[in-house]
């Protein structure tokens, strides 16, 4: 990336992770410093997911976490990366989102997401059925509408919501999100940061077939990448083994804690070769080499924005991940 070039803006995903031995509380707060750490260092937006039944992972509610969260921060924007949509009623969004656009106005996003975030028992507790996600172009045009103050549904508004005009994302990990963003003339996000595999072909045919609209005239790219900065490349190799032996364990086994030895067996398995497929796009290293790793990785993308996961074992540790990339990022575009 030359000086010319324009400067591709950096955002976070947070998950809300809680660690072993904590509890959500824990995760929230560390959310809080987290956000106040990017707005200090001139990120420009964090999402959060919807997952459910995931131990690991506290942002079952991306609304209420949201609300907390702008609470205590001042100008970053915040918002659902994403919302996953066949879970709820379209309309119930438009509120809730349309909400958080009154109290913080100019600060909030709306991703969202076609699967359910969970597995099928959990769908089931939720209410709602795995076909819902058939439906999911037309709820996007119904919440859109609701957003716009020009509801779909004849009698029925967002109060509040309609006017508000929360920016819409469409997030995706296949073509289908690439072409149905195209089409309704809205950005697209890419979960590159664990499904890797149909990245490029899914953005090439996104712009190739965007249809301009009033929101969103020229396309838009955000590609999500995960990064491990640490002060020297052995600290950062060091923490990303943490991490990789945690996300083999966390998946392979759900949950289930075994020996460091046992843990060395199933590292070496397809099983776990297959899980750590989903860190193909892994920046590791000092600030400059991940610098480095992400300039090409937004050529390789074709991003407009990346949207950072940070990947380090402990809380400090992604503070100062997150500084180190900041700082590495100003100094290799300007």
């Keep these: 990336m030359s000086a010319a070039e324009p400067h591709v803006p950096l955002s976070l995903l947070d998950f809300a992770t809680v660690y072993r031995g904590e509890t959500p509380r824990d995760a929230f707060c560390r959310s809080v410093d987290l956000a106040q750490k990017a707005e200090e260092l001139g990120y ?10 995931m131990t690991s992972i506290a942002s079952s509610s991306p609304a209420v976490l949201i609300a907390h969260i702008a609470a205590k921060t001042e100008s970053i924007r915040l918002g659902a990366g994403g919302v996953m949509l066949p879970n709820h009623a379209p309309l119930v969004i438009a509120e809730q989102y349309g909400t958080l656009a009154e109290l913080h106005p100019d600060r909030i996003d709306l991703g ?146 075994v020996g460091e030895e046992d843990l060395d067996l199933l590292m070496s398995s397809p099983a776990a070769e297959m899980i750590l497929s989903m860190l193909r796009y892994h920046a590791v290293g000092t600030g400059e080499q991940v610098a480095e790793y992400l300039e090409g990785f937004t050529r390789h993308a074709d991003a407009d924005e990346l949207m950072i996961s940070l990947q380090s074992p402990t809380t400090g540790e992604s503070l100062e991940s997150m500084s180190i990339l900041a700082d590495a990022w100003d100094m290799h575009t300007s």
């Design 44 to 53: 420009t937006r964090i999402w959060y997911s919807e997952h459910h039944n």
């Design 112 to 257: 969202l997401g076609r699967a359910p975030g969970t597995d099928a028992r959990t769908v089931a507790a939720l209410r709602r059925s795995p076909q819902n996600a058939e439906n999911f172009p037309e709820d996007v045009l119904e919440l859109q509408g609701y957003l716009a103050g020009r509801s779909r549904v004849q009698g029925v508004e967002a109060i509040p919501g309609a006017d508000t005009n929360v920016p819409l994302y469409i997030l995706g990990s296949s073509m289908f999100g690439a072409t149905l963003a195209a089409q309704l003339g809205l950005p697209y996000s890419f979960a590159s940061h664990f499904a890797p595999d149909s990245l490029v072909p899914a953005v090439k045919a996104y712009r190739e077939y965007f249809q301009p609209s009033d929101l969103c005239p020229e396309p838009y790219v955000i590609a999500a990448v995960n990064v491990t900065a640490a002060a020297t490349e052995a600290e950062a190799a060091r923490q990303s083994e943490i991490v990789r032996r945690r996300r083999v364990e966390s998946m392979a086994l759900r949950g289930r804690q």
